[in-house]
């Protein structure tokens, strides 16, 4: 009988998970449902950054890299270049000279998010029906068995629940491990301005000025268009206006934080250009890795149930650049060992301990490095700026090499786009903590 597996949520992490399931398992060794709650496209909007691992996990296990990579879809990052207030170069990452990104042989990308979540959704998308468009209210489990419930009161049978429903998820822990406020909020927008586009590019496709306590980040759109984000110390509690008064506020902000003045930034043809209806405001959070402990969901009996991907499993502040990397690497890795049990090869405990084992240790480090991240690019006192701005191409790469270091990342990476089984005692080697009992 087929595996019936349960998809909650359909962003980034749901969508390709569905995918990759669908295109490693026969029809019938899984029915495949994915539950969410409204069209995943509406209110996408503006873009994000993705690595070279993650174009390869587009194109080797999701087969959407000629959709993800058409102009009208995603531009090609030459660099991603961090600066002073005044926009001098502070540090240069260049994807294709970096050891930890050269040999995927991909870009690094800049792509609309919309056109992502289209390119994903072809095919792998639920139908646009009631059923398929339901919420995922409890997953209790009983036994081997996931009863989920939607909002609406209806309740299906599955044998394992993937939860991909992002950084609130209902299947995540939530007492032992709450979602930390980081303090600081992010408001973005998107800029007509075809100059402030060409400024971007001309320092390499993605920028990260560093003003005191406040950061201006850009990066080119397809389209002639840029996305802009100002970062600013501000407590979960305290509002933010939105539309003119929204921008103006921005306004203010980078201007008191100097970042007004670099023609090399232009951070004024960037807001000049932006509508004031589109801004988006969001407070940066993260959940504490050793508090979350495992991406398995388990029943009420203990039982193994499913597993958490993305945003479910690993929320983290967007000064990692790495959510949506993560969610798709985690996708890619689920689909390899849950496919293995729909084929008989493992069990389903087994399958999503493995993932849990091959994911954990990458999905932690890219947490943390987003918190330091964070931290030190919003510090607010002179001296401490004056340091970090000295010593961050050291720090940069001593980040670069932490990352390289993630050894389990590696060995995954070389498994996550194989067609063959999983050959799971080489790959637990390089964990830190191999599952307990396979
Ligand atoms: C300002 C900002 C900039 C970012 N920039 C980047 C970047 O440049 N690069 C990068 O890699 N990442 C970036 N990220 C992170 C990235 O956007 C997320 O990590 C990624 O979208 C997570 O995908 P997901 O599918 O896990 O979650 P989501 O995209 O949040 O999807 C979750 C889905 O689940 C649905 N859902 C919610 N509750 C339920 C329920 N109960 N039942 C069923 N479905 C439910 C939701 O409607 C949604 O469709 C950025 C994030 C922010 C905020």
């Given at each position: 009988m087929a595996l019936r597996i349960l998809i909650a949520g359909g962003g980034v992490a749901g969508l390709a998970v569905a995918r990759a399931l669908r295109a490693r398992c026969p029809l019938s060794a899984a029915d495949i449902t994915v539950w969410q709650p409204?069209?995943?496209?509406?209110?996408w909007w503006g873009g994000m950054t993705l690595t070279p691992s993650a174009c390869r996990v587009l194109d080797a296990?999701?087969?959407v890299w000629p959709a993800v990579s058409a102009d009208d879809a995603s531009v090609a990052i030459d660099a991603f270049v961090t600066t002073d207030a005044a926009g001098d170069e502070l540090l240069r990452l260049a994807p294709a000279a970096a050891p930890d990104y050269?040999?995927?042989?991909y870009p690094m990308i800049s792509v609309e998010r919309a056109a992502l979540i289209a390119a994903l959704a072809?095919?792998?998308?639920?139908?646009?029906?009631d059923r398929a468009l339901a919420s995922v209210?409890?997953?209790?489990?009983?036994g081997r068995t996931v009863v989920a419930t939607d909002a609406d009161g209806g309740a299906d049978d599955f044998d394992l629940v993937i939860a991909a429903?992002?950084?609130?998820?209902?299947l995540a822990p939530n007492d032992d491990a709450p979602l930390l406020d980081l303090g600081l909020k992010t408001v973005r927008g998107v800029s007509d301005s075809v100059a402030a586009a060409e400024a971007v590019t001309a320092m390499g496709g993605a920028t990260l000025a560093l003003g005191r306590g406040v950061s201006w980040f850009a990066r080119v759109l397809p389209g002639g268009r840029s996305q802009w984000a100002v970062t600013f110390h501000s407590p979960e509690d305290a509002s933010f206006p939105d539309g003119e008064r929204g921008l103006a506020r921005v306004a203010a902000l980078a201007a008191d934080a100097g970042l007004l003045a670099s023609d090399s930034l232009a951070v004024a043809a960037s807001l000049d250009g932006?509508?004031?209806?589109v801004l988006r405001i969001h407070q940066l959070r993260d959940r504490d890795p050793a508090a979350v402990g495992s991406y398995l969901v388990s029943g009420d009996?203990?039982?193994?149930l499913g597993a958490r991907i993305g945003d479910a499993a690993h929320p983290m502040?967007?000064?990692?650049?790495a959510g949506a990397v993560a969610a798709l690497e985690d996708a890619a890795v689920l689909a390899h060992t849950v496919a293995d049990a729909a084929a008989g090869k493992i069990d389903i405990a087994h399958a999503l301990r493995a993932y849990n084992a091959l994911r954990f240790e990458a999905g932690t480090a890219m947490v943390l490095r987003g918190r330091t991240a964070t931290t030190t690019s919003h510090t607010r006192g002179a001296f401490t700026g004056f340091l970090r701005n000295k010593f961050l191409g050291f720090t940069g790469s001593m980040l670069e090499r932490a990352q390289a270091a993630n050894k389990a990342n590696h060995v995954i990476a070389e498994h996550m786009?194989?067609?063959?089984?999983?050959d799971y005692d080489a790959a637990y080697e390089a964990t830190a903590s191999p599952p307990a009992d396979p």
């Open positions: 409204h069209r995943p496209v509406d209110g296990a999701l087969g050269a040999p995927y042989g072809d095919s792998a998308a639920p139908a646009p029906e209210a409890h997953v209790p489990g009983a429903d992002g950084i609130h998820s209902v932006t509508p004031s209806d009996d203990g039982e193994v502040s967007p000064f990692s650049g786009y194989d067609t063959a089984s999983l």
